[in-house]
């Protein structure tokens, strides 16, 4: 089955400990993307990749670290989790930048 | 970043149709989205429209695009329960997304 896996779906964490989120796309898809969404503003794109070892930087991209360094993975890191980034998070693949993304379940962080 | 803007709640009957709006700031944009969340889910893809197109139908979807206003709809037609739901319409400038704050529609049986 064609699927983007997130992985934790929930996490609860603590200021400054380093955490990574996982993505996994079995779609052989190009283009991914990770992003954040907020009450009241909707997604926000923090980086996005076009293809392996290719990323760059999205809307919001302060505080996380990416690298797509296999075409199926794309992980989320937070080096030094604030509070501030507590959201819902959401990674995206696509075949190309244009067509249509398919997202995973969320992932939803909470740092205290 | 750039803006795009939609109203928050939208509450129609069941039958009715339901129109959507989206305002977006730049006229870079090449394609304009329009995705769907339900309750715990991620977002999926309803349609899109490419910037030199007016208008685009699907089923029951209609999207009309106002280039001059830079004003993006969707609407759709005979709403069921079953379309309660938030909408975002999203951007494409160059190789980055920007998505609205989400409609949420609710559909009243």
């Known amino acids: 089955e064609a699927q983007v896996t997130q992985n934790p779906r929930y996490l609860i964490t603590v200021t400054g400990k380093k955490l990574t989120v996982t993505c996994s796309q079995n779609?052989?898809?190009?283009?991914m993307s990770w992003y954040r969404q907020d009450p009241g503003l909707g997604l926000r794109q923090i980086y996005y990749?076009?293809?392996?070892?290719?990323?760059d930087k999205g809307d919001v991209p302060e505080g996380y670290k990416v690298s797509r360094k296999e075409k199926r993975n794309f992980p989320l890191i937070l080096e030094s989790p604030s509070p501030n980034q507590t959201s819902l998070y959401f990674c995206?693949?696509?075949?190309?930048?244009?067509?249509?993304?398919?997202f995973g379940q969320g992932t939803r962080l909470t740092v205290v | 970043g750039e803006d795009v803007e939609q109203s928050l709640f939208l509450s129609v009957r069941e039958g009715d149709s339901s129109v959507i709006n989206c305002t977006y700031t730049?006229?870079?944009?090449?394609?304009l989205y329009w995705y769907k969340q339900e309750p715990g889910a991620g977002l999926q893809l309803l349609t899109y429209?490419?910037?030199?197109?007016d208008m685009k139908q699907d089923q029951r979807l209609t999207v009309l695009l106002n280039k001059k206003d830079k004003h993006l709809s969707l609407r759709i037609a005979d709403t069921q329960t079953g379309d309660s739901a938030i909408y975002f319409c999203a951007e494409l400038n160059f190789n980055k997304f920007y998505f609205g704050s989400g409609t949420k529609l609710n559909v009243k049986p």
């Open positions: 779609m052989n898809h190009e283009y």
């Open positions: 990749s076009m293809n392996v070892e290719v990323t």
């Open positions: 429209i490419f910037s030199n197109m």
């Open positions: 730049d006229s870079s944009s090449t394609y």
């Open positions: 995206a693949s696509s075949l190309g930048v244009r067509t249509e993304a398919f």
